[in-house]
């Protein structure tokens, strides 16, 4: 898969004064509206699972590299799993307040590019709203997926405004 070039020109004015060397791109919206799918799309391959009700899934910080996945618990600590299932097998089953988030190395080439952050439905009434609240200032840009059918409902514009402002300036609605 190649970037898209709208896509690229988006991260290509990207100032590294924040520390980091890509841009962190985190994908948000309310449950089942197409974040998930929207970041396999980009990878070009399925490596998160996605369905129609949540997946009760933390952030998921997606990087360029090798190595083993991780879970990065909220007091710091991280834990190495085998593969990508492993991982979501435990956080399936786990306390989603405990995990700050979860980091997969990758080797996507869009990659490269900027790091890819999928978060858990910002509406869903099973994960508390810190699940991806406490992620959201560690993105440089946000990908808002809305559902078109119902797109920007309430709920999406009360969460907008918990965004900051420099963040939100560089973000995009994205109509699924």
């Known amino acids: 898969m190649t970037v898209p070039l709208e896509l690229t ?3 290509s004015d990207f100032d590294p004064a924040r520390g980091a060397s890509r841009p962190r791109i985190m ?13 396999n799309a980009l990878l070009g391959e399925d490596l998160l ?3 129609v009700t949540s997946t009760s899934l ?7 590299g090798e190595g083993r996945p991780e879970c990065i618990g909220t007091d710091g ?5 085998d593969s990508v299932l492993a991982l979501v097998d435990h956080v399936l089953g786990g306390d989603l307040e405990a995990i700050h988030h979860c980091r997969i190395p990758h080797h996507s080439p869009v990659l490269l590019h900027f790091d890819l952050i999928d978060t858990p439905g910002n509406s869903d009434p099973n994960i508390p709203a810190a ?9 440089d ?3 808002w997926c809305s559902n078109v059918v119902q797109a920007w409902r309430q709920s999406e514009k009360s969460a907008w ?9 560089q973000s995009h609605l994205v109509l699924s």
Request: a positive charge; charged letters at 15%; aromatic letters at 8%.
């Open 27 to 39: 994908v948000a919206g309310e449950f089942s509206s197409g974040k998930t799918r929207l970041v």
């Open 77 to 81: 600590r991280a834990r190495s799993f």
């Open 9 to 11: 020109q988006l991260v």
């Open 141 to 143: 840009m946000i990908l």
């Open 161 to 169: 405004l918990a965004i900051p402002a420099e963040v939100a300036a």
């Open 131 to 139: 699940c991806w609240e406490r992620i959201v200032g560690h993105a």
């Open 49 to 51: 699972p996605s369905a």
């Open 58 to 64: 933390p952030p998921i910080w997606i990087t360029h």
